[in-house]
């Protein structure tokens, strides 16, 4: 059970809730704080104009709304933003979105009515997931468009998936004998206006990518097995030098990881050693290609953006992305625009290029392992059949090559893209779910491509026959991503060994 309070979450609640269906509750002083709020509202719009109460909505903020049409007001917002076109949302980011929300909305600043809290929790802990398109909002007055379809089944309306069938709400909500949401005040405009698909997104990008980053960091260290390279590279002498702290912090994994390796070779006694002096063509490799030697540098900057990106997100989990803001402390109520999502679009674009580096990254080792021109250890392709006769993993390889252009194509920032909207209103826009979204598919083909560099890795170590030399570490880890992959002698299919790998690689 997880209960919300007035204090800060973590991200392990999301992960609780999102990913593994634990349930939600609220304690006392929570439910205290924002009945306080309700009525402060109640009271405080009496004679005032307060936006989205009894005024119109965005550029149409100018026209007074009557008293008796202040509810049908908010039933006509949620109804004509519920506009998104394209595929449907995957249920983990609309549950996930539904949970930003409801941490957002119970911090007692935007004074809805404790039911629409009540609502909220249902859908959330019965697993109801609200149908969302893809498309809609720019990420401005917060996700608009996504969030009116989660609003729009909360007062009884659209459809649903729950138990894996789309449904009609009311349906759903008759089954289970819950009550649809009863409009007050403005629960119609809080329920939407804010960045919680984005940051739904956002929170699992940077779960993904921790996990892309853990199965690099591995890769990485078995081809410096494979390859038997030196240590220098990724010693505490040559890389203190680099004032970067996660530059340091790589290189200190590469060496907890192959402390144990028998196969990592020093160059105190290679050619720090007199039996060379007299060579002029040197046999083992003086130094290893960059996509081997460099990987503290490479990936430095790639683990310092998800552990940037991961402050910023939790600090919008823990935010108020709402507008108006209800202040009952100082009895007053502030317009503004929290609702802006451009610290969550920023961070997305920075993770999404470090992302498809790490793509670029894990083709150029797949490269390597794959051309014995560079290798100079395995034959073409990593074949283990007859030469001409059977191909190895020459067909993987394209998948990676083509995966890894799709992922160069999409480098372009949306984040810098603004267009502005809604009469001009929106003028300067964050895109900030276009971007999550987008990371989020670059993601999902970084792994594809980790899947192929993993393959051969597994096909490599099969061929070497050297697994007891291996770092206890690196062989748990091909161990598990190999568990279902056979030493490739005859040709196979390969896509449902990738599909094995992806699975495996998102477990870690």
């Known amino acids: 059970m997880v209960i919300l309070s007035l204090n800060p979450i973590y991200f392990s609640y999301f992960f609780k809730v999102v990913l593994q269906n634990e349930q939600v509750s609220f304690d006392n002083q929570l439910i205290e704080r924002n009945k306080e709020a309700h009525a402060f509202l109640q009271n405080f719009i009496k004679d005032k104009v307060i936006y989205g109460i009894n005024t119109g909505l965005g550029p149409m903020a100018q026209y007074r709304v009557d008293d008796k049409d202040q509810v049908k007001l908010q039933k006509n917002l949620i109804r004509s933003h519920a506009a998104g076109v394209g595929k449907h949302m995957p249920k983990e980011m609309v549950k ?9 909305l119970s911090r007692g600043y935007s004074g809805v009515s404790l039911q629409t809290l009540e609502t909220l929790k249902e859908f959330i802990n019965h697993n109801i997931t609200p149908v969302v398109s893809q498309h809609g909002g720019v990420g401005a007055s917060g996700d608009l468009v996504q969030l009116s379809q989660i ?9 649903v998936y729950y138990e894996d069938k ?5 349906d759903v909500l008759n089954q289970l004998n819950i009550k649809p949401l009863e409009i007050t005040l403005r629960e119609g405009l809080a329920l939407i206006n804010g960045t919680s698909f984005m940051t739904s997104v956002g929170i699992l990008n940077i779960l993904n990518a921790q996990k892309a980053l853990n199965s690099t960091l591995l890769n990485g260290c078995l081809i410096n097995e494979v390859v038997e390279s030196f240590d220098d590279h990724f010693s505490i002498e040559l890389n203190q030098v680099k004032k970067h702290a996660t530059q340091q912090y790589i290189a200190n994994e590469m060496q907890t990881i192959l402390k144990d390796s028998k196969l990592i070779s020093k160059r105190e006694e290679t050619y720090y050693n007199s039996k060379y002096e007299n060579e002029n063509i040197f046999k083992k490799k003086v130094q290893e290609y960059y996509s081997i030697r460099c990987m503290p540098q490479v990936l430095g900057p790639i683990y310092k953006t ?13 935010s108020v992305s709402d507008n108006p803001i209800i202040d009952i402390e100082n009895q007053n109520i502030y317009h503004g625009g ?12 920075k993770l999404k290029n470090v992302m498809i580096k790490m793509s670029v990254l894990a083709e150029r080792q797949l490269n390597f392992m794959l051309n014995h021109k560079l290798n100079e250890i395995f034959a073409p392709f990593l074949n283990a059949g007859v030469l001409g006769l059977n191909l190895g993993l020459q067909g993987a390889q394209y998948a990676a090559t083509s995966t890894t252009a799709e992922n160069q194509n999409l480098s372009s920032s949306v984040y810098v893209h603004s267009i502005p909207s809604n009469n001009d209103n929106q003028d300067l826009v964050s895109m900030g779910t276009n971007e999550a979204l987008l990371t989020n598919k670059v ?6 491509v980790i899947a192929v560099l993993s393959l051969s890795l597994c096909q490599a170590c099969n061929i070497q026959q050297n697994h007891k030399n291996l770092s206890s570490k690196t062989r748990k880890h091909i161990e598990t991503i190999g568990k279902d992959v056979p030493f490739i002698k005859e040709d196979v299919e390969i896509r449902p060994l990738l599909e094995s790998i992806v699975k495996q690689l998102k477990l870690n």
């Not at 996930?96 to 957002?104: D, I, K, P, Q, T």
């Not at 609003?151 to 459809?159: D, N, P, S, T």
């Not at 998800?306 to 823990?318: F, G, K």
Request: hydrophobic share 40%; net charge negative.
């Open 443 to 448: 993601i999902q083909n970084t792994f594809d």
């Open 151 to 159: 609003a729009l089944c909360l007062i009884g309306e659209g459809k």
């Open 96 to 104: 996930g979105a539904m949970f930003c929300r409801l941490v957002s």
């Open 166 to 170: 789309l449904q009609n709400t009311k």
């Open 306 to 318: 998800i552990s940037e990106a991961e402050e910023v997100l939790l600090d919008e989990l823990n």
């Open 338 to 349: 929290n609702f802006h999502g451009d610290f969550v679009s920023c961070e997305m674009s």
